[in-house]
């Protein structure tokens, strides 16, 4: 690691706590599925309606709680801001390396009141078909048709925050511009 890299690891127990909650709300569609309560006749008019409702349900946290899991025992930084770019690490369908010249603009969104750093690229499609994985692929295609961006880094799980990672990359990117084009 050269003295011009900085490394934000995972915050190990943030992503704990992601599991735990993951799991559980997984755990507890099971449940349902199982007890079948009295109450869930009044939500669901069907028991096809109940099980498909609760197999969403069960589907998506469990999925949730995978992802979150493959980062708790990854040892890898979430995320290494270099003078040459970034390499993102932060989620299940992390860009990899990003060198600043494919990067166009750094932009802030929040959605449902979550802080993201979206990292808008010159070719999304390079990044998009890098994707050997096609369930990724197909969820960085859909992210970028309804969002219009594929890299979103998330600092929630890391053990910098929001505001920190932010100024890392805006000033990295920045100093790489002001070098470039003069």
């Known amino acids: 690691m ?7 690891p995972f915050n190990k127990n ?13 755990l507890f569609g099971i449940w349902l599925i199982v007890i079948q309560p009295k109450s869930l006749n009044t939500v669901f008019d069907t028991p096809s309606e ?5 197999g969403t349900w069960i589907l998506f946290w469990g999925v949730c709680a995978y992802f979150v899991g493959t ?12 003078n040459e770019g970034f390499t993102d690490n932060t989620t299940a369908i992390s860009a990899g390396f990003v060198p600043w010249k494919d990067v166009s ?14 990292v808008i690229v010159k070719n999304p499609q390079d990044y998009i078909d890098r994707q050997t994985n096609a369930l990724k692929r197909k969820t960085l295609e859909i992210n970028y048709k309804k969002l219009g961006v594929i890299i979103r880094i998330y600092s929630l799980g890391l053990k910098s925050s929001y505001q920190e990672v932010k100024e890392l990359l805006d000033k990295r990117f920045a100093d790489y511009k002001a070098k ?3």
């Open 50 to 54: 109940m099980y498909g409702g609760l």
């Open 14 to 26: 943030k992503q704990k706590v992601l599991f735990i909650v993951n799991s559980a709300c997984a």
């Open 71 to 82: 980062k708790l025992f990854d040892s890898s930084p979430g995320l290494i801001i270099s």
């Open 105 to 118: 603009e750094i932009q802030e969104s929040i959605i449902q009141e979550q802080k993201s750093i979206c």
């Open 180 to 182: 470039n084009n003069s």
């Open 2 to 8: 050269s003295i011009q890299e900085v490394e934000i």
